[in-house]
Structure formats: C-alpha cells, structure tokens
C-alpha cells in the first residue's frame, strides 16, 4: 500500500495499518495524512522534515508524526544501504470515540500531545525494535496488542520533538502541491545557488506573495529553511568523511565562502564544523568501540 500526497489510503473496516517500505529511496514529497505515524528505519539514511524543521533520519531510528502534520522522507541516494521502514498507521478514533480517553489510557496523552510536533525516541530503541520485527507475523489483533506495548513504550522512553511549529491547518491538495513543489525543489537544488524569484516560480506565486505564503506555513522565511537544509547535509558529510576538507564541504552545501558557512553552522548547531565532526566521531567510537 502506497502512501499518496495528503491522503492514505486505508482497508476498508481496517483499523490499524502495518505497511513496510523497501527500495532505494523512500518517497520524497511532502505530504501529510490523518493518521499518526510510528516507524522503524530498519535501514537507510536522509534528510527528514517534519513542520518547520529539517532532521535527519538513520537506521534504527524510531519515530512518530503526529496526524496532519507535513512531513517528507528524502533517502540519501548515495547511502550505504537500501531505505527500508516499517511504519504502523492510527487515529485517536480507530479502536472507538473514547477508547483513548478511558482512564486506563491516561498515561498514553502525553504521547498524543507531543506527536503534533513530531517525536524521535532516545532510549528504549531496541524494545521498540523487537515489537517492530513481530509485526509482519502477527494477526490484526495481535498488532493492535504490541501497538498498545509501543505506546506504552514510547512514554516511558527519553525523547526529542522533530519540530518546533507545525501549521495546524490542513493543506488543500492544491496548497500542498505548491508547498510540495517548493520543498522538492530546494531539497534538489539546495547545493546550487537561490533566488527568491526561482521559489517563487515553483510556488507560481510573486515573490511577495510567496514570502508571506512560506512564512505563515513553516513560520521561517525561506532562506532561513534552505540554510537548515545545507547545514543538515554538512553534518552527514563531516561525519561520513572524515577527510573531507571543510572548504568542500562549504562548497557542496551550496555556501558561497567558508566564513559564512562557519558563522551559519555554529548558529544552528552550537559548534565549528571542526568541533561538530570530533565530537560525532567521539560519540561513533563509544557506541561501537570495534569500529574505530
């Protein structure tokens, strides 16, 4: 079952989707839907957007996007591995009106509330993982069940939102189109040098018109978001290659001169491009010490 721009579609009578992804890329169009969305990257990498906010995604990542928030998945065509991700779909209302307001299910609202921003989980990973692995196996009630321990899971475990703003109304198909175009073509061409005429002519908007139109959607002007984009593909580049100088860096990331890539980069991320690749190198060697 293939996920269509703004709309899943789902079985009929079916109240909980389990759908695996496997190829060389995932799909890479914005889109949202009225589901809330757990997945399990079982393999892949790629840039991630989520609201406002562009992340990265691994494997092993878990994470969860909440219902009717704008997201896309861009696979990293030149990853180590094919993307592959198992994904369970869900409404607050799929198993009844008041089946997640009873008392017993107090405990899961925090996750309701924190899904609307998106969640990428920090611990519990391999418990999440094991669930995930069943789920191929298992009948539609037995899947309903280990949703049940996934969420029960998830409130346990430490997270971070994926987004800080996220436009809470839907986006007509033609709204998400012009968005989606936008998105696509930045997430393509944000190596190359921009102009806001150039959005503006994806979006088919005037330029004025499309800076009032992006910024009311993302809440960030559309420079601020390309700037994200080429400072996210940075860091995978500085820890992919440890050799790379990084003046190629700069320059593969759509950065006219070194000066303004640094200043741009210690402003998003806290750290030089220097400090950024030794400390993701430090953290690599801790978690797999035959590695290094």
């Known amino acids: 079952m293939k996920i269509l721009p703004f709309r899943i579609p789902k079985p009929e009578q079916e109240a909980l989707v389990y759908q695996e992804e496997s190829g060389d890329i995932f799909y890479s169009q914005l889109h949202q839907h009225a589901e809330i969305q757990i997945s399990y990257i079982v393999s892949g990498e790629g840039s991630l957007i989520v609201g406002d906010t562009i992340n990265e995604f691994k494997t092993n990542d878990i994470l969860v996007i909440g219902e009717n928030v704008p997201h896309v998945f861009r696979s990293d065509p030149k990853g180590p591995s094919k993307s592959i991700m198992y994904t369970l779909f869900f409404t607050k209302e799929s198993f009844g009106k008041g089946f997640f307001t009873l008392s017993d299910m107090t405990r899961l609202q925090i996750f309701f509330e924190e ?101 009311k959607r993302t809440g960030k002007t559309f420079f601020q978001f390309l700037i994200e984009i080429r400072i996210e593909h940075a860091c995978r580049l500085l820890f992919k290659d440890n050799d790379l100088p990084i003046s190629e860096v700069s320059d593969q990331c759509g950065f006219l001169n070194i000066a303004n890539f640094n200043r741009k980069f210690k402003e998003l991320k806290g750290a030089t491009p220097t400090q950024y690749r030794n400390f993701s190198l430090e953290k690599w060697r801790s978690r797999f010490p035959e590695s290094a």
């Not at 611990?123 to 969420?151: D, G, P």
């Not at 998830?154 to 175009?181: F, I």
């Open 115 to 215: 899904s609307i921003y998106g969640i990428k989980i920090l611990s519990e990973c391999e418990s999440l993982i094991w669930h995930f692995n069943r789920l191929k196996y298992q009948s539609r009630i037995q899947r309903i069940a280990t949703l049940i321990n996934i969420l029960d899971i998830v409130v346990s475990s430490n997270r971070q939102p994926l987004s800080t703003y996220v436009y809470r109304k839907k986006y007509t198909e033609d709204d998400g189109n012009r968005m989606k175009n936008v998105i696509d073509y930045a997430l393509r061409n944000f190596h190359k040098p921009f102009s806001l005429d150039m959005a503006a002519e994806k979006a088919n908007m005037s330029k004025n018109a499309f800076c009032r139109y992006f910024k």
